[in-house]
């Protein structure tokens, strides 16, 4: 037997034409949305704090409208995160969509739990109010769900590869202590849970690393058997390719130890696995293995952190790049003259040492076109205002030729993670019918 997982997101932001692509070409047993931050549920948990009736993915009933047609009539099951910060409006939301769609009698999951904010009382080095606190659960509320027969669960912050592990467990019937067979489960979800990633998509490099069709490109599948054996591969003529390499750089990706890779499910060991190309576009992979689960469950949470303050100005032509340092002088000098309280500042020459900073980009010939700018992480609106204030003022009171400039200021929402026991997160299972 052999199940068919693909994954139709990567993010919430994601492309959804390749999961249409998916639910109707794909021969899919379960499609899964992987669509959740850490920033994104604190994010959603402020929407859910302003409106009861908001704080899930805002395009989740557009995704959802696009491939349930194609999912119903394939017998495909929907398994997502889109639910944020408010899993039971959204599943309300896609059971009034799946109505409107004439798809009667569709059972509707929505998982609850995550939030933990109840359990958080403070945490060391968070000196700013906490907004959210989301636990990341594991494949339990999600076997519940698939064992009662629901075609779409709606989550939270379920951890990225429970998603694609739970149907597995569903489908062989895995032992929740097997941890070998959890471990492949978990190295096929780690694969697959950055859709486009492993299929070429962040991949690409012109005349290093060449891969077609990046416009079209063709998210993931897993055919995955009841031993753990996993091929990748995609729809057979989407863009983009599956080979060792895409496969190897999606392993790698936010792996600190190959050895212990934490889930809520099982401590994944992936030092030992080989993949080997079986045809075009079709990546055997094997040799995961895993140790028990942990005994506490991490937990992602947001906090106010101040706000942020910015100015940008551009300069171009000969001399650009002096100019721009003349003017990034300026405003350093006038923000330390009026006093300016920033916990942090910086300044950076767009074009010149941005991303990599001087001392690499120093060898570099200037640009004939660069774009100051200046950002302040700082405790009050009114200081973050006067950070693009000073730049705009550049206008005429700074070296000739700038132009462009734009201000912004915007709250802080910063992220860090803890750890609670896991016997204190108690999750629980929503159902509706279309």
Known sequence: MTVRIGCGAGYSGDRIEPAVELAEKGDLDYLVFECLAERTIALAQQAKAKDA??????LLLDRMAAVLPACVRRHV???????????VAAAAAVCRLAKTLGLSGLRIAAVTGDDVLHLVNSVEDIQGPIVSANAYIGVEPLIEA???????IIAGRIADP????????????WALDDWRLLGCGTLAGHLLECAGQVTGGYFADPGHKVVEGLARL?????????DGGVVVTKVEGSGGGVTTATCKEQLLYEIQDPAAYVTPDVVADFSQVRMREVGRDRVLVEGADGRPRPATLK???????GFIGEGQISYAGSGAVERARLAMEIVAERLRLTGLAADEIRFDLIGVNAVHGPRV??????????RLRVAGRVRTLKEAVRVGNEVETLYTNGPSGGGGVTRSTREVLAVASTFVPREQVRCAVEYLVA
């Open 299 to 305: 937990v992602s949470l947001g906090y106010f952190d």
């Open 218 to 226: 063709g998210f993931p599948i897993a055919e995955v058997t009841s």
């Open 77 to 87: 099951r929907v398994i997502t995160n889109m639910g944020a910060a408010n899993p």
């Open 162 to 173: 429970s998603m694609f592990l739970a149907p597995l467990i569903h489908a062989f019937g």
């Open 53 to 58: 009736d908001a704080g899930y993915d805002p």
């Open 361 to 370: 980009s120093a060898s570099h010939a200037d640009p004939y076109e660069v």
């Open 146 to 152: 698939l064992s009662t027969g629901a075609d779409v």
